[in-house]
């Protein structure tokens, strides 16, 4: 029974793969990769093998399989410690939102990292706010900008804003209520909430896309703008806009737009192997999140994502070099470098 070099794994069990998944499929096979596709209920967990598919002119074929020796989870943590004892697992960044606090602050990045505190104790929060003026609160398990809400000291108790009410005042002991009743004891994020905005006030962002490309060399693929009208996060999915790089830096950074520019660019390039050589892991793309005071041009990066989301408009770009790189992959096993 023959092992094959790369495999995608979904752990949903599908008939038809999800478009990017089998975008990424045709990509590898038009670049002659050894690849499968399989779902959990393909694998035989006693034997360490897989009834997978594989793409062919005709469509795909089953065939039953040895555990490839490179596979991709798309995200998902399903098998992944399984994966991860029998074979290598290509998108693996271990790092923690806390793990990523406490490794910027011993690296070049030191001056980039957010004040910031985690804590399950509603009076912790209120406590971190008596040292600012607004405060960001988050999940320390999250996706997409969900429960994210600031808390601003205000003459009698506090004011909350979220995504979804707005902004309402709160005495001490609603803020404490809220809450307790919002996050339900689990472990949250509190950040100071930064000078973020462009010049017109409304808050803004940038979105560093990098992923391996076909030489598994780390690549910048998109720096993107991200803007939002009145809220207290840019993220696409929760009202936020993406344009594009150039002009914006230009119009908003006007004679320091090379230098912002230059920062981003430096981020992407610097960052991404200093994670991956950090955690001893092997990753295909992150996303890279960082803001400037708009006051002082100090960069900060807010968080760093595995598996990022990219806009339409560059997807294809985005599977093209996921697929490049799987297909880069499938070389090196084949060369023996596995």
């Not at 910031?116 to 999940?139: C, D, H, R």
């Not at 006007?254 to 892991?281: C, F, Q, S």
């Not at 900060?300 to 560059?314: A, C, F, H, K």
Request: glycine letters at 6%.
């Amino acid at each position: 029974m023959r092992r094959p070099a790369v495999g995608i794994f979904d752990e949903i069990n599908r008939e038809v793969p999800l478009r990017r998944m089998l975008a990424k499929i045709k990509l590898c096979y038009a670049n002659g990769a050894d690849l499968v596709y399989f779902c959990y209920d393909d694998i035989d967990f006693e034997n360490d093998t897989v009834n997978a598919r594989v793409w062919t002119p005709d469509g795909f074929k089953r065939e039953r399989v040895m555990l490839p020796c490179w596979i991709e989870c798309d995200g998902s943590y399903k098998c992944r410690d399984y994966f991860r004892e029998k074979a290598r697992v290509a998108d693996d960044f271990k790092f923690s939102k806390k793990d990523l606090y406490d490794f910027l602050i011993n690296t070049e990045f030191a001056d980039m990292v957010i004040p910031t505190m985690y804590t399950a104790n509603p009076q912790n929060v209120l406590g971190f706010l008596a040292m600012w003026s607004e405060i960001i609160v988050k999940p320390f398990v999250g996706s997409q900008g969900m429960s994210v809400i600031s808390l601003k000291r205000a003459e009698e108790g506090y004011v909350l804003h979220d995504a979804d009410k707005g902004a309402r005042s709160l005495t001490k002991a609603e803020a404490v209520s809220f809450l307790e009743e919002m996050y339900e004891k689990c472990t949250v994020i509190v950040q100071p909430r930064m000078n973020f905005v462009n010049k017109d006030g409304n808050t803004m962002d940038f979105r560093i896309n990098v992923a391996k490309n076909g030489r598994g060399e780390w690549e910048t693929m998109f720096i993107v703008p991200r803007t939002s009208r009145g809220n207290i996060i840019s993220n696409l999915s929760h009202g936020g806009y993406a344009s594009k790089p150039e002009p914006t830096i230009e119009i908003d950074y006007k004679e320091n737009a090379d230098k912002v520019l230059g920062i981003l660019e430096h981020i992407g390039r610097t960052l991404p192997p200093l994670l991956e050589n950090a955690g001893d892991d092997n990753v295909m793309a992150l996303g890279i999140d960082v803001g400037f005071d708009y006051s002082t041009l100090s960069p900060y990066i807010i968080e760093v994502n595995n598996v990022p989301q990219v806009t339409s408009r560059g997807q294809l770009k985005y599977y093209m070099t996921q697929a490049d790189y799987l297909t880069y992959l499938s070389k090196e096993v084949h060369k023996g470098n596995y």
